[in-house]
């Protein structure tokens, strides 16, 4: 690629290396306004506008590299021209410091402190990523005319029985109908809704700024280099024709979907999951069964059956320790 800037040749290293320029931008042949608004975030503007308005983000957590590397793949095709960009777009890699060290987080999970919650942690490394990630993200929306989509991306720590899945945060208002069969045609096993607000990044842009929004898993943590990008084409596919402002070509298929009835609560170290430590994401339990045990708190199943997503018994007190599911009859 003569000629491109290194932010644009690669977004990724650029991102990583503590480049020294901070803000960069520029105009590419095909008319597109790029602008990288520094440490990782890199917005796109078709030369006459868009009423669209798109954020697909990545590396919220650090070592979820499989989303990283396809979006610094979209940002090489869209800087050649061969990956058409008729929305506005703004690109985003999140937990920047945790991508050097390879880590889900420094002290703090990103993920937990959106919805504004970094206030109530201002020295964590992490609080002043998410202050930062919401001005970003706040300025481009603000500046936004029709619709809003954002596409967080990530990676679950453990195997699933469904390697591709969404999570639709929790709205009082009804999930968008566009988004909604957007999701049958990008190839997910399944598709859980929210029960209640969360610090989690597609949370606060679907709460805070009306954005139509959802976090896709896709697959299982890798380090960089080692994974399987043809299991996301679906989830590929759709992030290119949602950049186009065409129809993903994949055909609709269904997908089971759980509304998520409880989140397993971590309130001190005493805390204990009481299944194997290698129990797969959507395991599914009968009721009455004993999943976990904390000072004055036990979580057993309460309906016939329950699958439990992202248990995760060493997070900090206080941060949900795993989802509780149930399959919803479409
Ligand atoms: O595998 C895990 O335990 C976590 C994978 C992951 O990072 N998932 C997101 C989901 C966010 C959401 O609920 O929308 C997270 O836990 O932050
Ligand atoms: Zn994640």
Redesign the pocket.
Known sequence: MPHTHPVLADFLSFTLSHHPIDIVKGQLTNGVHWHYLGDGILEFVPQHGSDQSLVLSAG??GN?TAPIELLNTLVQNIATGEQPLAVRLLMLLGNVAAMRQNC?YLQD?L??LFDHRHQKLPDSPEAQRAANIEEAIAQFFDAASGKKYHL?L?????PSSFSRFG?L?YQSRPYDAYLLSLLERCDLGAL?I?HAP?G?F??HSSQHHSAESV?L?LGK?QPFGQNQLAEFAGINALMRAMVAGTEPTTAAQPYKTFKVVAQLEKHSEDFVLNLPSDVA?FTAYPKGTLIATDQGYEYIVSHGEERIV???PKVKPGVRAG?MVVEVNN
């Open positions: 919220i957590h979820e889900r999970d993920n937990r967080d990530h990676t679950a720590i453990r999570l945060p859980l929210n969360a989690t597609a949370y976090t898993e943590v994401n992202f248990p995760n989802l």
